[in-house]
């Protein structure tokens, strides 16, 4: 019998291992650029966006499948994952839509600082990593832990590879902002 958990498990550890490979090459060689792609209809960008879209939906899924092996009590476990997921998912919407969601894909765009932008050069990433937390706690699954991990390591690595990108579009202006506002979580430091 064909174990569906096992092979959905495996594709989503494959596609995460070379996503994280391919952000690396990225960081560590300067010829190399996955991610943000350099185009619309670039081999990096659909290879980035296909791999994304099953992640996000294929993590969820995961848990369903593996609902309950973490054995973590049901209520702590619950308001835990109803608390991330009230915070991340509206502030994730709202930096999408302000950002936009042409620039959402790793496009080029217009330079955006302002709504929540003001307290993280990345809310999108941070609420990314919320929301994989509220996954694996709402479905109690060790399995989507273990596949929400490297996951989310990826959202922490990814604002290091797009840096000297946004530098090169912004220069000055991107280089006084990420002196005012934190990469990830906190409050921006006066002018």
């Known amino acids: 019998m064909i174990d569906v958990v096992l092979i959905h498990f495996s594709i989503l550890c494959l596609g995460i291992t070379l996503n994280l490979i391919a952000l690396i090459l990225t960081l ?34 995961l848990g369903i499948l593996d609902y309950g092996s ?8 619950f308001i835990s994952a109803g608390i991330l997921f009230l915070i991340a998912f509206p502030v994730g919407i709202s930096a999408m839509y302000q950002l936009s969601f042409k620039q959402t894909l790793g496009l080029k765009g217009k330079f955006t600082t302002s709504g929540v932008y003001r307290f993280t050069r990345n809310p999108q990433y941070v609420t990314h990593v919320l929301l994989i937390a509220a996954i694996v706690l709402a479905t109690n699954s060790s399995l989507a832990l273990i596949v929400g991990i490297p996951y989310s390591l990826w959202f922490i690595l990814a604002p290091f590879a797009e840096e000297q990108w946004l530098k090169d579009q912004f220069g000055e202006e991107y280089d006084s902002y990420c002196h005012r506002v934190p990469r990830f979580i906190g409050f921006p430091k006066n002018r």
């Not at 010829?31 to 296909?50: E, L, Y």
């Not at 973490?70 to 476990?77: K, N, T, V, Y």
Request: glycine content about 4%.
């Open 70 to 77: 973490l054995e973590i009590s049901d209520l702590p476990r």
């Open 28 to 61: 560590y060689l300067k010829n190399v650029q996955i991610w943000p792609p350099p185009g619309k209809f670039s081999s990096q960008f659909w290879f980035t966006w296909i791999s994304f879209t099953y992640f996000m939906m294929g993590i969820p899924v």
